[in-house]
């Protein structure tokens, strides 16, 4: 066994992956108080708390940029590069975005084997290979807690642009992913998860989301062009599937419904939920969200933490126009991906969110 294998990686970090992310009620007050910057050519910024960042440079083409790094979410450093590097990735896909290049972001401890970094590279450079994305540089620092991650350039045509705002009464909302990443990291973190239930998360997590992306644009390009399928899309990560639903209503201007028994969990979710196993951000994102989410009174406890639970690289939200709900769920299904309809979206009313 080498060296780099020894080191469990995932307890070296005080928070797991996208669960180390601040408190989305931290971020939220701070934004809210820093000036306004003007720029014609600013499509989307950070106001309406989108994926990533579309900057026009011509009539034509535009780029979307994002930045993604964390802590290990895995104890694998291969497989921890190739999470950090699909997670990265994942916000230019969510925009509607090809991803183009990329630059490295390393926090690496100096007391640290350097044949642990080679092998974090190598993942997240096998990543951006298979997702046709350039590694063209980065920048690295010593640090006592390990981090990992990109900045992602993508380019895109500024009138096809996914916004996470948009969403419709009556739309469909699919979703591509199981869910459950972070309270099965949390039970890895206490050597406490089963080892099928990490390959299965794992799995997931190092799935691109280009393949869903590329589904809902073959939808996209049979529609009429006064007609869009696709209204809204986010990918859901650290704001768990509650918070980045509540983004999208918030901004849409609706209210949504969601039965929790038309998720999928990842194998293992809910008994690591049972179990307790919750990193701080959940709790966090509990405190957030749930002044504007109703449970009905079925719904057990482990499922309403799930909804809370932190994603790391996470499947593809998206509202759906209710006559494209078949043709998306049939696209989908031919790239392989195992979407489903997780509920709709309704007049906004009180709550904003509504779990049945």
């Given at each position: 066994?080498s060296?780099?294998?020894?080191?469990?990686l995932?307890?070296?970090?005080k928070a797991?992956?996208?669960a180390?992310?601040?408190?989305p009620s931290v971020?939220d007050a701070?934004?809210?108080r820093l000036?306004r910057?003007t720029?014609?050519?600013?499509?989307?910024?950070f106001?309406t708390?989108?994926?990533?960042a579309?900057?026009?440079?011509?009539?034509?083409l535009?780029?979307?940029q994002?930045?993604?790094?964390?802590?290990?979410?895995?104890?694998?450093?291969?497989?921890?590069?190739?999470?950090?590097?699909?997670?990265?990735l994942?916000?230019?896909?969510a925009?509607?975005?090809?991803?183009?290049?990329?630059?490295?972001i390393v926090?690496?401890?100096?007391?640290?084997?350097?044949e642990?970094l080679?092998q974090?590279l190598r993942?997240g450079f096998?990543?951006?290979?298979e997702?046709?994305?350039t590694?063209v540089?980065?920048?690295?620092?010593r640090d006592?807690?390990?981090?990992f991650g990109?900045a992602?350039?993508?380019?895109?045509?500024?009138q096809?642009?996914?916004?996470?705002?948009g969403?419709?009464?009556?739309d469909?909302?699919?979703?591509?992913?199981?869910?459950?990443t972070?309270?099965?990291?949390?039970?890895?973190?206490?050597?406490?998860a089963?080892e099928?239930?990490?390959?299965?998360?794992t799995?997931?997590m190092t799935?691109?989301?280009?393949?869903?992306?590329?589904a809902?644009?073959?939808?996209e390009?049979t529609?009429?062009?006064?007609?869009?399928?696709?209204?809204?899309v986010?990918?859901?990560t650290?704001?768990a599937l509650?918070g980045?639903?509540r983004?999208?209503a918030?901004?849409?201007?609706?209210?949504?419904?969601?039965?929790?028994t038309?998720?999928?969990y990842?194998?293992g979710?809910?008994e690591?939920?049972?179990?307790?196993?919750f990193?701080?951000?959940?709790?966090?994102?509990r405190?957030?969200?749930?002044?504007?989410?109703?449970?009905?009174?079925?719904?057990?406890?482990e499922?309403?933490?799930?909804l809370?639970?932190?994603?790391?690289?996470?499947?593809?939200?998206?509202?759906?126009?209710?006559?494209f709900?078949?043709?998306?769920?049939?696209a989908?299904?031919?790239?392989n991906?195992?979407?489903?309809?997780?509920?709709?979206?309704?007049a906004?009313?009180?709550?904003l969110l509504?779990?049945?």
């Open positions: 066994m060296s780099a294998e020894q080191i469990r995932t307890t070296t970090a797991a992956g996208c180390a992310k601040l408190s971020l701070v934004l809210k000036p910057q720029d014609p050519n600013v499509i989307v910024g106001e708390s989108d994926d990533a579309v900057y026009r440079l011509t009539d034509d535009a780029i979307v994002t930045v993604d790094f964390f802590t290990p979410i895995v104890d694998d450093p291969e497989l921890f590069g190739q999470v950090a590097a699909t997670n990265a994942s916000d230019v896909y925009m509607g975005g090809r991803p183009i290049s990329a630059l490295t926090a690496f401890p100096a007391a640290s084997r350097p642990i080679e974090i993942g096998a990543k951006m290979t997702a046709n994305c590694v540089g980065g920048h690295s620092i006592d807690e390990l981090k990109y992602v350039t993508g380019t895109i045509h500024p096809k642009i996914w916004k996470n705002v969403a419709r009464p009556g469909a909302l699919v979703f591509t992913k199981p869910i459950g972070g309270v099965i990291s949390t039970a890895l973190k206490h050597g406490r089963d099928s239930w990490v390959a299965i998360a799995a997931s799935r691109l989301n280009r393949d869903a992306a590329e809902l644009h073959e939808i390009n529609a009429p062009q006064n007609a869009p399928p696709i209204h809204a986010t990918d859901v650290g704001f509650l980045h639903a983004e999208m918030i901004g849409s201007s609706v209210s949504m419904k969601i039965d929790h038309r998720i999928e990842l194998p979710a809910i690591a939920a049972r179990a307790g196993f990193s701080g951000g959940m709790k966090n994102n405190e957030f969200v749930e002044g504007c989410v109703s449970f009905t009174s079925h719904v057990p406890d499922f309403r933490t799930l809370f639970d932190p994603q790391t690289s996470g499947g593809l939200l998206a509202a759906v126009a209710p006559e709900r078949n043709a998306a769920l049939a989908l299904a031919h790239h991906i195992p979407a489903r309809v997780i509920g709709e979206v309704f906004k009313h009180t709550p509504e779990v049945t």
